[in-house]
């Protein structure tokens, strides 16, 4: 395969807490507390194709057991990054709490060699009645903003931190943290060119369609309705029927009284992840070729477009949607599911008007699948 590039987002996986002190908080409530680890240049991410690039430019990543090398001697010298980038981070996590317990989780990030405050990605709870369950709002100052789901810096990070706060936990009862992913990015995105995946071409997963339509204020439900399609598909897969929920019951556990709605990228695979045997994050890809490596494993992806672009509109206000990305035709098109319509449920896009479309989003999609599920090779870092 020749050279391609896989610019802009970079993906570090953590599945190993080893490292993280335990402690308490002001409250008396556990939290987990990360080492300083390095944030991944964003300037520098062509690739040639291997992972061992990918490995190499993130190093805090260990694939096979988790972050075992991320204690970071802040005393090392770090190289500066370009002054005056943004960058955006967005956290996922998979957890499983006991009843009446929730998580919240905040990053903090080293900026001209000082710590920025932490700030909250959200505090989760996956029982649907639950009124712990919200983002924070009014979190913006001279070093960052979060936007419901999104952590804005400002600068781009030296350096970051990971918290995880438990509360309402139960006495005698534990918490499992499964999975935290989070992914770095420039807040446009970036594209990038590769070799399509002929395995992924004429192939079309056996999704089920769904419309958010079909449901009493199902209007906004973009999002819960393609997570109910993603989870409907593994239950098929799996023969484990729990896992398929339909969509008011999704819409009711990612639902964030804060935004407010069923959006909030991290509820969404916060749900996802909370069933056991199963991994779902945020993240953000570089090029369509990346999804059909992902058809190719049997893995549908739900995407973020614009739905103005994506019919050939121009651009308009508050216009993201998710869609579910479930092959490819032979030609190259991609073959959506798309919750937001009652008629021609799945059908094909141009390539070039899908790519257009969801690169306004930066690329976002959630990958969902069994932990255990051969997944391709992450050659960009971006997984």
């Known amino acids: ?159 970051f931190q990971l918290r995880l706060r438990f509360g309402g936990m139960p006495p005698a009862a534990t918490a499992r943290v499964k999975f935290v992913g989070l992914c770095f990015s420039p807040p446009d995105g970036a594209g990038a060119t590769a ?69 909030n990228w991290a509820f969404n695979v916060a749900l996802a992840g909370s069933f056991p045997g199963m991994r779902a994050c945020v993240t953000r890809l570089a090029a369509v070729e990346e999804l059909e490596h992902w058809i190719a494993a049997g893995v549908p992806v739900a995407a973020s477009v614009s739905y103005a672009v994506l019919q050939g509109r121009a651009r308009e206000p508050d216009d993201g949607h998710l869609v579910v990305c479930v092959g490819f035709e032979q030609n190259g098109d991609v073959v959506l599911n798309d919750p937001g319509t009652t008629r021609r449920l799945r059908r094909s896009f141009s390539r070039a008007d899908f790519a257009t479309a969801w690169r306004c989003s930066g690329n976002t999609v959630y990958l969902i699948h069994p932990e255990a599920w051969p997944v391709p090779e992450n050659r960009w870092g971006h997984w």
């Open 1 to 159: 395969m020749p050279a391609a590039e896989g610019k802009g987002s970079r993906f570090l996986a953590i599945t190993n807490l080893g490292n993280f002190a335990v402690g308490l908080n002001e409250s008396g409530e556990p939290e987990l507390l990360s080492p300083w680890m390095r944030a991944p240049d964003l300037r520098n991410t062509s690739s040639q194709g291997t992972s061992s690039q990918a490995k190499r430019e993130n190093p805090n990543r260990d694939a096979a057991s988790g972050p075992c090398n991320l204690l970071l001697h802040l005393q090392q010298k770090v190289a500066e990054p370009a002054p005056d980038s943004p960058m955006e981070i967005i956290v996922s996590w998979n957890v499983e709490l006991p009843p009446g317990a929730l998580l919240e989780t905040a990053v903090r990030a080293r900026v001209a060699n000082r710590p920025t405050r932490f700030y909250s990605l959200g505090r989760w709870s996956a029982e649907p009645s639950s009124p712990h369950r919200h983002s924070i709002r009014d979190q913006a100052d001279a070093d960052g903003e979060v936007r419901t789901d999104v952590l804005l810096l400002h600068r781009p990070a030296r350096c």
């Open 195 to 263: 070799e399509a995946v002929p395995a992924a071409r004429g192939r079309v997963l056996d999704v089920p369609t769904r419309s958010q339509l079909s449901y009493p204020g199902g209007g906004g439900w973009c999002s819960p309705t393609s997570l109910s399609m993603l989870l409907s598909y593994w239950a098929a897969k799996l023969q484990q029927p729990d896992l398929d929920w339909d969509v008011p019951r999704v819409a009711a556990g990612v639902h964030d009284p804060q935004w407010p709605g069923t959006g």
